[in-house]
């Protein structure tokens, strides 16, 4: 798949999608072409059968994603117009529809859309000098791709208020510390490490990967005892599946 503007996929022969955020020039700001380029990738990557695992990452040594690009902010006809444009092509849900495990390999700034897309993933990296944020309040506006709702899944919700409301920054070691990412490395390893890790998810049955997080995205919005009936569903699922091949 060849021809993005503000990406580049790339696929390897053991089963590894590399998408790169390719702005670097623009600290890879999500802007209109970028989302529409992820639309159509993100699809073929959940369809593709050699597809094991994909990596995000950004392109150059200054960000993973600085967010949402503000040059684009006014140029849409109206505010309805603009929502229509969004829901038409939701990206955070197609990143959340994916069932194949999904790597974040964060270097430098993840703003705004940039570290919603990054909860998005499965699996957080991070490089020693990276930094969060949700500065959507502080340009009179709320998280709007999934930042109020992906974030208090993962980290303790007055803390997620706090980094919301006065829109700080948080630092490596802080997103370790509350659970918003899962590792960090120096930046020369940031690659290698999402590399290894992909690998050793590779090394374990596609199918048994599927259902596991399937089991763990879903459950999250289930009571404990319907959690629980769900896993004991897929896990029938998948032993019908085994018998029947």
Same mark, same amino acid.
């Given at each position: 798949?060849?021809?993005? #503007? ?33 639309? #159509? ?205």
């Amino acid at each position: 798949m060849n021809g993005f #503007e503000n990406i580049i996929y790339e696929k390897t022969d053991d089963g590894i999608a590399w998408i790169t955020l390719n702005r670097p020039k623009a600290l890879n700001a999500v802007n209109t072409k970028m989302r529409d380029e992820l639309y #159509e990738v993100l699809p073929a990557i959940k369809q593709d059968p050699d597809v094991r695992v994909a990596i995000v990452k950004g392109a150059g040594d200054r960000a993973f994603s600085a967010g949402a690009d503000i040059s684009e902010f006014g140029t849409v006809p109206s505010v309805a117009i603009g929502r229509e444009i969004r829901w038409e092509r939701d990206l955070w849900g197609m990143f959340l529809s994916v069932q194949k495990p999904m790597i974040a390999a964060i270097g430098g700034f993840a703003l705004g859309a940039g570290i919603e897309m990054a909860m998005c993933c499965d699996i957080r990296i991070a490089s020693d000098d990276s930094q969060f944020g949700l500065p959507e309040a502080n340009l009179g506006m709320v998280p709007t791709a999934g930042g109020s709702q992906t974030m208090p899944r993962l980290v303790l919700h007055g803390r997620v208020s706090e980094i919301v409301l006065t829109a700080d920054r948080i630092d490596a070691s802080e997103g370790l510390r509350i659970g918003l990412i899962n590792r960090i490395v120096s930046r020369d390893q940031l690659i290698p490490t999402a590399e290894t890790i992909a690998k050793k998810i590779i090394s374990n049955d596609a199918s048994a990967l599927m259902y596991a997080k399937n089991a763990i995205t879903r459950g999250l919005d289930m009571t404990l005892d319907q959690g629980l009936e769900l896993e004991k569903r897929l896990s029938m699922a998948l032993l019908r599946k085994r018998i029947a091949s």
